[in-house]
């Protein structure tokens, strides 16, 4: 495991409890909506990459979809298994995924924990993870740096994207982008945070 990411799982261990609460509630309907518009299966087989504690795998369970969690946080991994979804222990830079195997892959605020310099091969590993025409959501801090972010408890790693900065690698990893946008909804751009990008793994490309 790369030292980077010991140092942020760290953090998020130490801080699995309260970040539980504070981000429970928050409002991501929006991403999980355009993931399960561009399935080709409604319901499917969902991927939750960096599920954290599962409010998002709750979701998706309710709305009828087999939803698989992926976590590198202990912590956050037996939180999810509460759910009564399968979580599976991984980190991002050391997947195994099985291959065409879910209809969407759901990505909200996780792969912002990944090096720049590793984006493409991580996305190029979740592209293979997909069936024909099954669909990325990626969620991203938005900015032009990278670096460890200070907290009280720890480090956490994050790189930031803009849309055109990330757009060619996950072209390169042989998506197709199919719409992108900013969050929060509602705000002018210089003051929305997240840039979204919604991505298909096309015929072509398979």
């Not at 299966?41 to 009828?64: H, Q, S, T």
């Not at 310099?117 to 991580?122: F, I, Q």
């Not at 670096?147 to 900065?165: A, C, D, K, L, M």
Request: hydrophobic residues 40%.
């Amino acid at each position: 495991m790369e030292s980077h990411e010991n140092i942020t799982i760290a953090e998020y261990q130490a801080t699995a409890n309260s970040f539980r609460e504070g981000t429970w509630d928050h409002d991501v309907s929006q991403n999980r909506q355009v993931l399960m518009q561009w399935m080709p299966r409604n319901p499917g087989r969902i991927l939750d990459l960096g599920c954290g504690p599962g409010r998002d795998l709750v979701a998706f369970k309710a709305e009828g979809h087999e939803v698989i969690g992926l976590d590198a946080t202990p912590a956050f991994v037996e939180m999810a298994q509460q759910t009564g979804c399968e979580v599976w222990q991984q980190t991002f830079l050391d997947l195994d995924l099985p291959e065409c195997y879910f209809d969407g892959v759901f990505a909200n605020a996780s792969l912002l924990h990944v090096p720049q310099t590793s984006m493409e091969s991580v996305l190029q590993n979740l592209w293979q993870s997909l069936v024909e025409e099954g669909v990325i959501v990626l969620s991203m801090a938005r900015g032009n740096q990278e670096g460890f972010v200070n907290r009280p408890s720890g480090q956490r790693f994050v790189s930031y994207w803009e849309y055109e900065t990330l757009a060619p690698l996950v072209q390169a990893a042989g998506f197709t982008i199919t719409d992108h946008y900013y969050r929060p909804p509602g705000l002018p751009k210089d003051q929305q945070s997240w840039v979204v990008i919604v991505a298909v793994k096309s015929q072509s490309e398979g």
